[in-house]
């Protein structure tokens, strides 16, 4: 056991060494180190992307976890402008003829999926569920998603060819990932690291960057205490996951299902980048990814990107 922990240590300090010797390369060669560069490329993207969004009206803002029925909604209400259509673009050839439903409201955890569906370049028509107006408490609603909330899935061609409605988001995310069998390996070891980020996500960074972006934003009145306490938590949880991208370009090792419902959460929380190098390289890696692009603008209205 101990020869195997010692190994362990070994290869870490390996990586760490070899690490080091490529960030010198790069600081030689280009000034700063790779993860420098990537951030300094977000930086600038974001910086151009307050430029435009202030000459222009904000897109619909995302709301966080049990954000519904805040001014902030109200301000979404054009959002699905377009009304339900299928996302009409190049995919990979999958096996589905029907297009997947998708209900849908334009926040981080609806987002997730939308970005999903376009990885997966599977056929999805976009129903949207304005949680601003309540749509979600329908009964109606209940049978596809007994909790109330977006965002949830049918897929016409369930198992055994017959239709199945998935509710939570990280269901979903697994269901398409074993349905599809990309974004989430089948080998257990490597299953499992995905399982722990992607849970990680559902139950920590969601949830509490939906309690902060609320008390920061949305509450009625301000609290300086929740606004700490979910703040910190928050900048905590960022903190573990640039720990965690120190060795590896994405949380599970391969881009996977786990990333993908990391992306808007981490948008949603306008981290402080030049803290977080590795996360901002992240970020900058997943948003050059076309499909998480296309994903992303699912219920922007038209004629306001
Ligand atoms: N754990 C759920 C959270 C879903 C969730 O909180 N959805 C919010 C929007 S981000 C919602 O539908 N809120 C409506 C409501 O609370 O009434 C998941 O991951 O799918």
């Given at each position: 056991m101990s020869n195997v922990i010692n190994l362990n240590k070994v290869r870490k300090r390996k990586a760490k060494e070899a690490k080091e010797r490529r960030a010198d390369t790069n600081r030689r060669l280009h000034g700063r180190t790779k993860a420098e560069r990537a951030v300094e490329e977000l930086q600038k993207?974001?910086?151009?992307?307050r430029v435009d969004g202030a000459k222009r009206e904000a897109p619909a803002p995302l709301a966080g976890d049990d954000e519904?029925?805040?001014s902030q909604s109200a301000n979404a209400t054009e959002v699905f402008d377009r009304g339900a259509e299928p996302a009409s673009v190049e995919r990979m050839p999958v096996n589905q003829l029907q297009p997947i439903?998708?209900?849908?409201f334009r926040t981080p955890n609806g987002l997730k999926i939308s970005i999903a569906l376009e990885e997966f370049g599977v056929p999805y028509e976009v129903h949207p569920i304005h949680i601003?107006?309540?749509e979600q408490l329908t009964p109606e609603f209940s049978k596809i998603s007994p909790n109330h909330k977006i965002p949830a899935i049918v897929d016409p061609e369930g198992p055994g060819?017959?239709?199945?409605?998935v509710f939570e988001s990280g269901a979903i995310l697994q269901y398409l990932g074993r349905k599809f069998e990309r974004f989430y390996p089948s080998d257990e070891r490597a299953r499992v690291e995905v399982d722990q980020w992607l849970f990680w996500q559902v139950g920590g960074l969601g949830p509490m960057g939906g309690q902060a972006n609320h008390f920061r934003l949305y509450a009625k009145e301000t609290i300086p205490y929740a606004i700490e306490r979910y703040t910190t938590e928050v900048t905590r949880l960022l903190g573990v996951m640039d720990q965690r991208l120190t060795d590896r370009d994405f949380l599970a090792g391969e881009y996977s299902i786990a990333d993908m419902a990391c992306i808007a959460w981490v948008e949603s929380q306008k981290p402080d980048f030049?803290?977080?190098p590795q996360l901002g390289a992240w970020l900058a890696r997943v948003l050059g990814r076309p499909a998480v692009e296309r994903g992303l603008s699912v219920g922007k209205s038209p004629d306001k990107p």
């Open positions: 993207k974001m910086q151009q992307q519904p029925t805040s439903q998708l209900y849908f601003g107006r309540g060819g017959a239709p199945l409605s030049a803290a977080l």
